[in-house]
C-alpha cells in the first residue's frame, strides 16, 4: 500500500494504492513573454523525467489534464520551468491544480533554498517539505504564482482568487541550488477549514514520485 506520512505533527495516511491512468497532454500555446526560455522538458503521458537527485521522475494521473508549461527566469535570478494539470468544470473554471516548478539559481547568483521554517512529510518515500495557504487576493505581479494563473487564462481557464494550496518542495542535494517545488491547489471554499493531513492525503492521490524505471 502506497503511504504518505505527515512527520510534522506525526500523521500516517493511506493513500490511494492503484495507479491512476496518466493525464492526456494538450497543445502548448505559451504566452509571449520577453523573458520567456525554451522548455527543457515535456511530459509523456503525465510523466515528467527528472534529474533531480534520486527523484528520476514525477507523474500526474488521471482525473488532471496536463495543459502546458512555460519557462522564464524568475525575479532575476532563477531559472523557472512550470508544468501545469488541472481538474476544471464546463465552464472551465480551475477546481484543482498541480503546479510542478523545476527551478535552479542561475550560476551568477550565490545563495541556497531554505525550507527550514516549514513542516516535513513524506511521499513515496521522498522527504518534502511543506506549507500550506491560503490565496485571497490576486497574486503579485512577476510572481511565479502569477505567471502559473497568466498561463492558465490564456489558455481559456479561470483560477478562483479564493484558493487554498500545500505547497511541497524537494531538495535534490547540499547546498540547495536546485529544486522541484510542487504546489496542490484547491478552489474549494471547505478546503481551508479542513485538517492539513485531508487536504494533504488528497494532494497526494494523483502524484507519483519515483526513481528511473518506477510507477
Given at each position: 500500500?502506497?503511504?504518505f ?8 495516511l493511506?493513500?490511494?494504492?492503484d ?10 500555446t505559451?504566452?509571449?513573454?520577453a ?27 488521471a ?8 519557462r ?62 491560503t490565496?485571497?487576493t ?6 511565479d ?17 479564493g ?53
Amino acid at each position: 500500500m502506497r503511504l504518505f506520512r505527515l512527520l510534522a505533527p506525526s500523521l500516517l495516511l493511506a493513500c490511494n494504492s492503484d495507479p491512476a491512468p496518466r493525464a492526456t497532454v494538450s497543445a502548448d500555446t505559451t504566452p509571449v513573454h520577453a523573458d520567456t526560455l525554451p522548455m527543457r522538458r515535456r511530459p509523456a503521458n503525465g510523466v515528467l523525467a527528472l534529474d533531480a537527485g534520486k527523484l528520476r521522475q514525477l507523474g500526474v494521473g488521471a482525473p488532471f489534464v496536463y495543459v502546458g508549461g512555460t519557462r522564464f527566469i524568475l525575479g532575476g535570478s532563477a531559472d523557472a520551468e512550470q508544468h501545469l494539470f488541472v481538474v476544471a468544470d464546463s465552464a472551465r473554471v480551475v477546481e484543482r491544480l498541480y503546479w510542478i516548478q523545476l527551478e535552479e539559481y542561475l550560476p551568477s547568483e550565490t545563495g541556497a533554498y531554505d525550507y527550514g521554517a516549514d513542516s516535513v512529510v513524506t511521499v513515496d518515500g521522498f522527504t518534502l517539505a511543506a506549507n500550506f495557504r491560503t490565496y485571497t487576493t490576486p497574486a503579485d505581479p512577476g510572481s511565479d504564482r502569477a505567471r502559473a494563473f497568466d498561463y492558465l487564462k490564456a489558455r481559456g481557464y479561470t483560477v478562483p482568487q479564493g484558493a487554498t494550496r500545500v505547497r511541497l518542495v524537494w531538495l535534490p542535494e547540499s547546498p540547495a541550488r536546485r529544486e522541484v517545488m510542487i504546489v496542490y491547489l484547491e478552489g474549494a471554499r471547505g478546503a481551508s477549514a479542513e485538517p492539513h493531513g485531508t487536504f494533504l492525503s488528497r494532494a497526494a492521490d494523483a502524484l507519483t514520485l519515483g526513481t528511473s524505471g518506477s510507477r
